[in-house]
């Protein structure tokens, strides 16, 4: 799939929303003077996922992207293959319902049990076949420029966002050299990495040239969720565990983390990062104001 290239951020293919319906909500309170103030909270809602008739998961979400969602947590627990027919996505929106449908049954519905999601980026939700499909990842050995990683850098910090109204949110864009290209927010992380993923499924779109930028912390889950999507570089403001870094290691993977202005860690994939850019040339990273939504 050719994919359009963004000049500015009206040019995301998908983009944050602040604004949309349903996604936050003003709840009054006091502040630390005992004065009124109104906030912009994120909202919480469950999502059941369904694989033709068999009940997978239940995940807390934001609401948004239901479809895109359960693709890709599908597809990243390894219950989706690339070579599955989906031959239908329904969405019942009074129900908090997704039902994936394929043209067969899959080998996960005999075998599979119902597991809960939380918010709380994740726990429990490593499957032991992912940890096995990782014997099968091999990563293109593609370039990754410093200067693509300072311009994403200015670029997704600087988009409006859930996270700049409201905080209380993770974001994981998908990229492609020194452009974003689909940002996805979410209450857990794995969540926007599963919209992104469930994006690319739908659309056939490659992996192989891609980035991923998160948020939040290259946990062993963040890093086994990106190998698996085949996408060779992953990189983060946020920093690393040990685990991460040694799965990272194992699969090829290019991590990144502590990415703020100028500054940036390696502790994997070294060989694919071609230093373009004098880093004193960069500018420092601004200190950002206060976030939105607070009102007296």
């Not at 329904?90 to 039902?99: K, N």
């Not at 963040?222 to 403001?237: E, F, H, N, Y």
Request: glycine share 10%; with cysteine.
């Amino acid at each position: 799939m050719q994919l359009p290239q963004p000049k500015d951020l009206a040019d995301y293919l998908i983009a944050p929303n602040p604004a949309a319906l349903r996604l936050t909500r003003a709840v009054t309170g006091t502040d630390q003077t005992g004065a009124e103030i109104t906030l912009s909270v994120v909202e919480e809602r469950p999502l059941t996922i369904f694989l033709n008739s068999q009940e997978i998961v239940t995940a807390m979400t934001i609401g948004d992207y239901p479809e895109y969602l359960a693709l890709g947590f599908l597809r990243n627990q390894g219950m989706l293959k690339d070579g599955d027919a989906v031959t239908g996505v329904e969405y019942d929106e009074d129900l908090e319902v997704v039902v994936v449908r394929t043209a067969s049954q899959t080998t996960f519905e005999e075998k599979v049990k119902k597991k809960t999601r939380t918010s709380g980026c994740a726990v429990g939700t490593v499957f032991g076949d992912m940890m096995e499909g990782l014997d099968q990842v091999r990563l293109p050995p593609v370039e990754l420029r410093t200067s693509w990683l300072y311009a994403l850098a200015a670029k997704i910090n600087t988009t409006p966002s859930l996270y700049l109204e409201a905080g209380a949110i993770h974001g994981t864009v998908l990229c492609q050299g020194d452009q974003p290209l689909v940002y996805m927010e979410d209450v857990g992380r794995h969540n926007a990495v599963d919209k992104i993923a469930g994006w690319m499924f739908k659309h056939g779109v490659g992996a192989e040239d891609k980035i991923l930028y998160t948020t939040g912390r290259l946990t062993s889950e963040m890093v086994i969720k990106t190998a698996l999507m085949g996408i060779p570089v992953l990189a983060s403001r946020s920093g690393f565990t040990a685990w991460g870094v040694e799965i990272a290691r194992q699969v090829g993977l290019t991590c990144i983390g502590r990415m703020r202005g100028r500054r940036f860690v390696c502790l994997s994939g070294e060989d694919r990062l071609v230093r373009d850019v004098d880093p004193e040339t960069v500018p420092e990273e601004a200190r950002k104001a206060g976030r939105k939504g607070a009102k007296a």
